[in-house]
């Protein structure tokens, strides 16, 4: 992922989005660990929390989750006020209907398309699991050669 932030997303090439499938027969945590990302993201700090729980995915537990956001410098009490309001309940299970509709079935799963007219996306190529860079650099470059800027 650092290789396609690098060379597409941060050159603005390319807008990347993200979106919740939590694997609870995987994981049972993993639905309030999404939570617990978005109301990291509230502090600031989306990024670093997801990055924190995918590197800690044995310690995702309720308990635990304030410690990630502490260790991700947010501040703790707001965190678990809107984790406990499950203000972004709603979201992941939007995102995670969205995903079953897709046909998504595993993580990660990726979605490569173009703009389409409604603001949307039109996908051009569903890619499962984690690839390496050359597999999405094929790909883009592909869209990229064919789209107009």
Known sequence: MPQ???AYIKTGRVRYVVRDFPLESI???AFKAAEAAHC?????AFWPMHHRLFAHQTELTREELPGHAQAVGIDVAAFRQC??????TVRVHRDLADGIRAS????????IGVPAPDQRMRVVRM???AQPFTAFKEIIDGLLNRSPS
């Open 83 to 88: 984790l406990e309001s499950g203000k972004y």
């Open 4 to 6: 396609i932030e690098q």
């Open 127 to 129: 890619v499962r699991g």
């Open 40 to 44: 990291a993201g509230d502090g600031g």
């Open 27 to 29: 994981h049972a945590d």
């Open 104 to 111: 998504v079935n595993s993580t990660p799963s990726f979605f």
